[in-house]
Every structure is written in structure tokens, then in C-alpha cells.
């Protein structure tokens, strides 16, 4: 079984940064693509970002490029998501996931939520105006 745990969210202004980590138990981090959901109050789960599993390649969804960016550091187990010029509209609680299946190639985008099989249990990340 595998344990996700975020922390690092909070109270930050409009034009502010915060950057939450993602730490998972386990010995096979390494071998899986990551990734960073979000969920506004009354909307859907939506797809941030993703990292494959070796770091190489990344995935943002429009509303965050240019202002997100993740990472990882496999040695320690953890994905990072940093995240500058924060807008309200990113207040959510922010979920990391596991991506199914190791050494995941990326034919395909890796955004869908039902390609990931672990996860978070979230933080909360509110943006004041």
C-alpha cells in the first residue's frame, strides 16, 4: 500500500507563492510518473500537472503554465509543486496522485484523473484577493 501525504498549503495573497511537497512511502517512487490535482469549492477534480518518473518530462494543464512548476526529488521520495503568481481562482484543495503503472511511457497526455491509482488526502491552498 502506498501513503501519499501533501503539506505546505495555507492563507497567501493574490501574487503570492507557495509550494507544497508530496512525500510517499515505499520503495518504488522512482519507477512512477506523478502528478498534482486540484478541486475548487462546487467544481470538479481538475488535472494540475504531471511529472514523469524520471523527471525528464513535465505536463501543465493551460491555467498554470508559465506560473506552476513541479519536480521531484526521487532520493527523498517527494514531488513538489511551486507555485507563483497565485490568482483566487487557484484556491482548491491540492491532491497529489500516483500515476498506474511503472516506467509509464507518454503516448498519451498523462491528465486523466482514472489513469491514477493513489492518493493524497490534500491541502488546502486558499488565495485571497
Known amino acids: 500500500q502506498v501513503q501519499l501525504v501533501e503539506s505546505g498549503g495555507g492563507l497567501v495573497q493574490a501574487g503570492g507563492s507557495l509550494r507544497l511537497s508530496c512525500t510517499a512511502s515505499?520503495?518504488?517512487?522512482?519507477?512512477?510518473?506523478m502528478g498534482w490535482f486540484r478541486r475548487a469549492p462546487g467544481k470538479e477534480r481538475e488535472f494540475v500537472t504531471a511529472?514523469?518518473?524520471?523527471?525528464?518530462?513535465?505536463y501543465y494543464v493551460d491555467s498554470v503554465k508559465g506560473r506552476f512548476t513541479i519536480s521531484r526529488d526521487n532520493a527523498k521520495n517527494t514531488v513538489y509543486l511551486q507555485m507563483d503568481s497565485l490568482k483566487p481562482e487557484d484556491t482548491a484543495v491540492y491532491y497529489c496522485?500516483?500515476?498506474?503503472?511503472?516506467?509509464?511511457?507518454?503516448?498519451?497526455?498523462?491528465?486523466?484523473?482514472?489513469?491514477?491509482?493513489?492518493w493524497g488526502q490534500g491541502t488546502q491552498v486558499t488565495v485571497s484577493s
Open positions: 515505499g520503495r518504488t517512487f522512482s519507477n512512477y510518473d
Open positions: 511529472i514523469s518518473w524520471r523527471g525528464g518530462r513535465t
Open positions: 496522485a500516483r500515476r498506474r503503472g511503472s516506467f509509464r511511457s507518454w503516448s498519451m497526455a498523462p491528465n486523466p484523473s482514472h489513469e491514477y491509482d493513489y
